[in-house]
């Protein structure tokens, strides 16, 4: 009997916690409204960009949204490979804006590095495109994901390398106090919505790509954009 008790509990409440799951996951389809084509996840609502990291023209009619993690070994490899053709093509010429949220899926680390980037985004926007640019640079080859490599002094040598726009008594008290944790706990809020699973995650005007890497699918998005608005 009481063996039957117990398993017809578990059940309620597996339940329970089934229907709540599903409840959230329609609220969140509702407000949002999730399309998937051909593996892309398409939003109702672009990842909202204010107070993130920008590069390009204010007015530029197409937002790409890159989610990533200074400790991710894919993160590096699209930003010294796709990156690059998207800003030449379309940031320098006022098409695309492109902005950076920070994902924490490497733990401390990627929280370390990401709250350094905040500082040096407030102190100055420019040296933040630099200072992201070689932490990446910066990131061992061939590192395990369990290699410490981001530690304060790497993140002040790295700032030392982008040049005197970076005042480094504040970057290294803003990481000692963590001046920038709201900031970086706000990304973390929209790596939940935008269920954000792997780095780095690319959006364009609000359609997450399948494949990063494939520049040709990103191309064509970027100039179906480009034709409709
Ligand atoms: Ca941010």
Known sequence: MGKSFNIGMKSIVLITVGIIALVVAF????ENQIQVE???????????IDNQPTMGEASAPVTIVEFGDYKCPACKSWNETVFPKIEE?????????????????HGEESA??????ES??????????DFHKEIFIHQPEAQRHDDVWV????????AVSVGNEIDLETLAEDMIKQTYKEDVLKDQELV???QVSLTPSIVINGTMVEDPFDYEHIVSLIEKEL???
């Open 27 to 30: 609220i969140f389809i509702t």
């Open 192 to 194: 939940e919505q935008y």
């Open 151 to 158: 530690t304060p002094e790497k993140l002040i040598d790295i």
């Open 38 to 48: 051909n593996g892309d996840i398409t939003f109702d609502i672009s990842p909202p």
């Open 120 to 129: 040096v985004w407030n102190q100055d926007n420019d040296a933040f495109w």
């Open 227 to 229: 034709e409709s608005n």
């Open 89 to 105: 093509e379309y940031i320098s010429s006022g098409k695309v804006k492109f902005s950076y949220i920070n994902t924490l899926f």
């Open 112 to 117: 370390l590095a990401a709250m350094a980037s």
